[in-house]
């Protein structure tokens, strides 16, 4: 029987591969045992994904030592410089010690290629590698997995990718979110085989990770395959009764980010309120507004008792890297809301994906509340980012810069929603892919056939 390590680390990796085809198709396989490693383990996780052939553990965690945080730190300034990717060297511009760092980098790219810049930082993966203690022997023991996948390319605790690559254990990486191959960095454990949602992220790996394109797999997002299962949506009167929401009247959505990414949220829901008393909408309409799960309730509560404004609270909290622990039920809940709203509104948030897989249209915001901030801490950077700049070219999306033009683009779209189909739809076919209900059987199938593969 051969066995199979899944490495979870956030809400939203388990809902991607455990509340999926990915799971459901490959615990079908009774010759396959399935070992999950997830920062959740109570009994109520173990109850609902446990079989005879799934067992579940614990998700070892250590954090990196100060030599490999140092190693990594070099070889992301190395990436950087050598990408040239706007995301990624905007973030490493914000952290501390850049005086320190700059020196150095100019050091060792002094006279260098982009390929000498490659060997640095394979050179400095083989080091990292060699300083990582081994603390997770006793699974690969226990186990004895021939194949490790792991949807993260930037958590802190990488205990058994490490092991694994180690021990020449074959690794599939499933690239969690589209922001990842841009934003994130080098792959702190390089793994052998890649998936991704579409083409463009293929291209991304491909060019700035250096992987052959035979190497990198596009199977389309899982968590969007309940997208096109809409009989199994609450039907829209029911939907907006769960809700308490109004069914005369338009649904504007506003989805919240992280306190880190859009801490003046709440400041825009203020200003939107106001335009709400003031009948500043062409049509009676009423806003739901759903909250990250990182966001801080408390930003929200003078909104608990306002006439015409419902709040959402999506998942259940969890210690994960996210935060949260989306159900079925929640994932179908998205979806609905996502399909019924008239209008959705958020910061550069994957939100605009789902909302628009549904045709929604959708208003990004590019103003910081009641402040105005400079380019470099403003929210306005989040357009130019590598990953979304792929949606504003589109020209799928309005984008506002006041509250004015959040007023006024809201209103647009509600008098006509076809405006900007045309731009929707090549959003839907360059990020979604194939929206047709089978990414996570596609995934599943191709972790089966690439564990069956000789090296």
Known sequence: MKCIFIILDSGSAIRNMLRTDVFKILKTHSDLKIVIFSPITNDEFKEEFSAENVFIEPTPRRKPNPVINLLRSIKKDLWAYNTNLFTFKQKREKRKGRFIRRSALKALTGKSSNRGLDSYIKFLERLELFFTPSIADDYFKKYKPDLICYTSIYSNYLCIEVQGQKRGIKTICLIQSWDNPTSKGPFPV???????????????????????????????????????????????????????????????????????????????????????????????????????????????????????????????????????????????????????????????????????????????????????????????????????????????????????????????????????????????????????????????????QYLNEGR
């Open 190 to 448: 390089r793994p052998d085989r890649v998936a991704v949602w579409n083409n463009i992220l293929k291209g991304e790996v491909v060019n700035h990770h250096n992987f052959a394109e035979d190497k990198v797999f596009i199977s389309g997002a899982p968590q969007f395959d309940i997208y096109t299962d809409k009989a199994n949506f609450l039907p829209k009167d029911k939907f907006f009764k769960k809700w308490g929401l109004d069914p005369d009247r338009k649904l504007i959505t506003y989805t919240t980010g992280t306190p880190g990414t859009a801490p003046f949220d709440h400041e825009v829901i203020e200003l939107l309120y106001e335009a709400f008393q003031k009948d500043s909408f062409i049509n009676p309409s009423q806003l739901l507004i759903r909250l990250h799960p990182k966001d801080k309730y408390d930003y929200y509560k003078k909104f608990e008792d306002k006439p015409y404004v419902v709040i959402q609270r999506p998942g259940r909290p969890a210690q994960t890297n996210d935060s949260w622990n989306p159900t079925r039920e929640d994932m179908y809940g998205l979806a609905e809301l996502m399909n019924y709203s008239d209008v959705v509104i958020n910061v550069a948030s994957t939100i605009t994906i789902d909302a628009v897989a549904f045709d929604t249209p959708v208003v990004n915001v590019a103003f910081d509340g009641y402040k105005t901030k400079p380019y470099k801490d403003s929210c306005k950077r989040y357009y130019d980012y590598d990953h979304y700049k792929n949606i504003v070219k589109t020209g799928g999306v309005k984008i506002a810069y006041s509250i004015g033009e959040l007023i006024d683009y809201t209103n647009l779209y509600l008098k006509n929603p076809s405006i900007d189909a045309e731009g929707r739809e090549a959003i839907r076919e360059e990020q979604c892919w194939k929206l047709d209900g089978n990414s996570g059987r596609r995934i599943a199938e191709y972790i089966v």
